[in-house]
């Protein structure tokens, strides 16, 4: 299924987001006032994501430092990612949510637990954003 418009894209990707917040660690939301994190598209044209704890729009095509961005780097590639996936339609690589090789991180990347990301990797399982994996050869 192809996604025509970045602002239809922009819909698909601020649900993968809502679905990474109710899982494990709840990246991308705020316990304090509730708010989970946004993409948004300015009257210009330009992409922001809206951060679920300073509640301030981060422009995301800035390849320094990003002022009012909240979380790690881990997370700025993920946006990235996303952000890249709105702008062009580029899907993300499904393999951002694992499963790891028990050797990285004892294969919990995100901290999130084994129960808890395989129920956001199911969730998204048919997200729009992500890039099928192929299917084993035999």
């Known amino acids: 299924m192809t996604i025509e418009t970045p602002r239809q894209r922009l819909t698909h990707a601020n649900a993968l987001i809502a679905a990474i917040s109710r899982h494990g660690r709840r990246f991308f939301h705020d316990t304090r006032s509730g708010r989970i994190a946004r993409f948004e598209i300015d009257l210009a044209g330009r992409l922001w994501l809206r ?13 320094g430092h990003w002022r009012h961005f909240s979380n790690g780097g881990t997370l700025r590639r993920l946006i990235e990612c996303i952000a890249a996936f709105i702008r062009s339609g580029r899907p993300v690589p499904a393999s951002v949510f694992g499963p790891w090789p028990t ?23 048919d997200s729009p954003c992500l890039a099928r994996r192929r299917e084993a050869q035999s």
Do not use: F, H, Q, S
Request: with cysteine; glycine share 8%; net charge negative.
């Open 51 to 63: 951060d679920e704890y300073t509640n301030r729009r981060v422009y995301v095509a800035y390849r």
């Open 103 to 125: 050797w990285i991180c004892d294969g919990d990347l995100w901290g999130y637990g084994k129960p808890a990301m395989d129920a956001l990797r199911a969730e998204i399982a």
